[in-house]
């Protein structure tokens, strides 16, 4: 098996973050593990329950458009995107695979809102059932990209300001 170096991110008091979840049910016995490793890890980053929002959608076709009503509430600072796509005998993996990347990465240069990506593509379910870690590193991407975004704005607020007290 090949070795995969992880990032290796400090956790941050994130109470102030609202994250919204949209969980695929096909499949759900996959996605209901990546979103135990989801709530561990905004337990972690001290992320309260009355900031979260986890809507159920049937399949992973359907995400992007939650994902969209979401970042449109302009109420996120992120969002997590979980599912389990197992390949098949037809081209329709391929498919979804496609709709559910191309639909997400939409969302996230569409609204500037991070969108972590827990969708598992895999081979076969037994590969699925060793991944729900992927729920977690999804979400700390997220909370960590939030971060940086938030950590821009105020900075551009700081120089903005500085310039206007010049005149």
Same mark, same amino acid.
Do not use: W
């Given at each position: 098996m090949q070795k995969v170096l992880k990032a290796n991110f400090k956790s941050f008091d994130a109470k102030?973050? !609202? &994250? *919204?979840?949209v969980v695929a049910q096909f499949n759900r016995d996959v996605t209901e593990g990546l979103l135990k490793s989801v709530e561990k890890k905004l337990a972690e980053y001290r992320v309260p329950k009355k900031n979260i929002t986890i809507c159920p959608v049937a399949g992973s076709v359907e995400m992007p458009v939650v994902l969209k009503a979401f970042a449109e509430t302009g109420k996120y600072d992120c969002l997590v995107a979980l599912g389990a796509v197992i390949r098949? $005998?037809? %081209?329709?993996? $391929?498919y979804v695979c496609k709709i559910v990347s191309e639909g997400i990465l939409r969302v996230m240069m569409d609204y500037g809102v991070? &969108?972590?990506? *827990?969708v598992l593509t895999m081979e076969n379910k037994e590969q699925a059932l060793v991944r729900f870690h992927v729920g977690g590193e999804a &979400?700390?991407?997220?909370?960590?990209? %939030? !971060?940086?975004?938030k950590g821009i704005k105020v900075n551009e607020r700081e120089e903005i300001e500085k310039i206007l007290k010049k005149y």
């Amino acid at each position: 098996m090949q070795k995969v170096l992880k990032a290796n991110f400090k956790s941050f008091d994130a109470k102030k973050y !609202r &994250v *919204g979840i949209v969980v695929a049910q096909f499949n759900r016995d996959v996605t209901e593990g990546l979103l135990k490793s989801v709530e561990k890890k905004l337990a972690e980053y001290r992320v309260p329950k009355k900031n979260i929002t986890i809507c159920p959608v049937a399949g992973s076709v359907e995400m992007p458009v939650v994902l969209k009503a979401f970042a449109e509430t302009g109420k996120y600072d992120c969002l997590v995107a979980l599912g389990a796509v197992i390949r098949g $005998d037809t %081209a329709h993996f $391929d498919y979804v695979c496609k709709i559910v990347s191309e639909g997400i990465l939409r969302v996230m240069m569409d609204y500037g809102v991070p &969108v972590g990506f *827990g969708v598992l593509t895999m081979e076969n379910k037994e590969q699925a059932l060793v991944r729900f870690h992927v729920g977690g590193e999804a &979400v700390e991407a997220a909370l960590q990209t %939030a !971060r940086t975004i938030k950590g821009i704005k105020v900075n551009e607020r700081e120089e903005i300001e500085k310039i206007l007290k010049k005149y």
